[in-house]
């Protein structure tokens, strides 16, 4: 007596928390307050790599709910049919053995669904990597640094780093950003979900991917490699522009760096060690193992997407980089008060 009312306890229990889980669903999809868009979601692609993705997502996910429902409902279905009973003897029931048809089913149906997922990822994979790349495409090549990235334009004579500019892609006359992708040290992994898919920045070899953006704005990505202390805010931060503005940002970013009358700091910068790893277009700063300062004062962030661009996080990050970014490679310069306010003065002057 006591073993069924320990059955049927488990029946409600099993009950309530499917009926609870009904519940919670339905009020999730009675909230008539949409949540605000994530900026890294790969359901709302704006570029033809990215849907491409999207839709092979969909035909997985679609593909997993059918085999999820099919062996829960069996699951269901066993529990209850054969279920303990009061009116059981506790006898070992028939054992069957050897069904042809059934073990051609268990193979035949799970070969299928995995050869149907082959073709489909294949084909995507296939359309992406052989990409035409027409004779008005912008090209970039991105370096993935510890912990930060350059980017450079090579036909149109522009490096910056950590915020990649790109022009919106007219599906009428494509204009794509190809990108080649490099490392100058370990393995890293460029991706911006809502542009396309990851792709592996290894040491001496040479990856590529490319994106052609159908909506302006900002798009966020990521390293999506662990490659060392700071992975996590190794951000990527893409400008998707008209073509007119993407037009304008080039040019000023192709003039030498202006307004370098504070002559004080530009003295302190050009005697100590940052000119060992940045460049400054028009000094002797032609460092490579840090960003590139040129125009530093036209980014949003830095750090790599860390902190906002406004003296007082630029004169933190100088002073002491940990406290922004620990184990960031850059070094704290150990400049006096006088000079750390100078170098930051000159420092805001390069737009």
């Not at 510890?146 to 522009?158: A, D, I």
């Amino acid at each position: 007596m006591s073993t069924t009312h320990s059955n049927h306890s488990r029946i409600r229990l099993a009950l309530l928390v499917l009926v609870g889980l009904c519940l919670a669903a339905a009020t999730a999809s009675a909230q008539t307050t949409p949540s605000p868009l994530s900026p890294t979601n790969i359901f709302a692609p704006v570029s033809t790599p990215a849907h491409a993705i999207h839709g092979l997502s969909l035909f997985v996910l679609g593909v997993t709910a059918v085999i999820f429902v099919v062996v829960f409902s069996l699951l269901v279905y066993a529990v209850v049919t054969f279920r303990s009973r009061t009116d059981d003897d506790n006898r070992e029931p028939p054992q069957v053995y050897g069904s042809n048809q059934v073990e051609f089913a268990w193979t035949v149906i799970p070969v299928l669904i995995v050869l149907a997922l082959f073709i489909a990822s294949s084909r995507v994979i296939a359309t992406i990597q052989n990409a035409e790349r027409p004779a008005n495409a912008i090209e970039v090549i991105a370096t993935g640094h510890q912990f930060w990235w350059e980017y450079r334009y090579p036909r149109l004579n522009v490096i910056t780093a950590n915020e990649l500019h790109v022009p919106v892609s007219d599906p009428a006359d494509p204009t794509p950003t190809f990108i080649t992708l490099l490392s100058a040290d370990m393995d890293h992994s460029f991706w911006v979900p809502r542009l396309a898919g990851k792709t592996d920045l290894i040491p001496n070899r040479t990856n590529h991917t490319w994106i052609d953006p159908h909506e302006a704005g900002l798009y966020l990505g990521q390293c999506a490699q662990y490659c060392g202390t700071q992975h996590a805010k190794m951000l990527l931060r893409v400008y998707v522009q008209p073509r007119a503005e993407f037009d304008r940002w080039i040019q000023e970013q192709q003039q030498p760096a202006t307004n370098q009358a504070v002559s004080e700091g530009r003295h302190v910068f050009e005697s100590t060690a940052c000119v060992n790893c940045h460049t400054v277009s028009g000094t002797r700063a032609n460092g490579r193992f840090g960003p590139d300062l040129t125009h530093l004062m036209s980014r949003d962030t830095i750090a790599s997407g860390v902190a906002d661009n406004t003296p007082e996080n630029l004169r933190q990050w100088i002073e002491n980089p940990d406290a922004i970014k620990p184990g960031a490679r850059m070094p704290a310069m150990g400049l006096g008060a006088r000079q750390l306010e100078a170098v930051v003065a000159y420092l805001a002057t390069l737009r």
